[in-house]
């Protein structure tokens, strides 16, 4: 098991910046890719952004592509999200997830992908 948590979201005017962190513990010792996923209200779940286990490839969804930021620290078993530029729309409460994975360069953009969730964060932009 793999327990997630996330941290760092909060209420931010329209150009600021935030950086959710996620901390993983438990089967730590395992490969994992990583994935952040966000749901506004009303909302499906929706892909921001994915990182494979060595950090190597990212992906990111096109209306975050250039202001959002994933990358990870494995020493720490914490993967971030360095969100610039933020706008009313990126609203919305926060998820990392994480699927164990033998491979160091794949990453998955589906949620139902992924095995283990952490309970979110929320992110409120301000106009």
């Known amino acids: 098991q793999v327990q997630l948590v996330e941290s760092g979201g909060g209420l931010v005017q329209a150009g600021g910046s935030l950086r959710l962190s996620c901390a993983a513990s438990g089967r730590t010792f395992s490969r994992y890719a990583s994935g952040w996923f966000r749901q506004a209200p009303g909302k499906e779940r929706e892909f921001v952004a994915a990182i494979s286990w060595t950090g190597s490839n990212t992906n990111y969804a096109d209306s975050v592509k250039g202001r959002f930021t994933i990358s990870r620290d494995n020493a720490k078993n914490t993967v971030y999200l360095q969100m610039n530029s933020l706008k009313p729309e990126d609203s919305a409460v926060y998820y990392c997830?994480?699927?164990?994975?033998?491979?160091?360069?794949?990453?998955?953009?589906?949620?139902?992908?992924?095995?283990?969730w952490g309970q979110g964060t929320q992110v409120t932009v301000s106009s």
């Open positions: 997830a994480a699927k164990v994975e033998s491979s160091n360069t794949y990453y998955y953009t589906f949620y139902y992908e992924y095995e283990y």
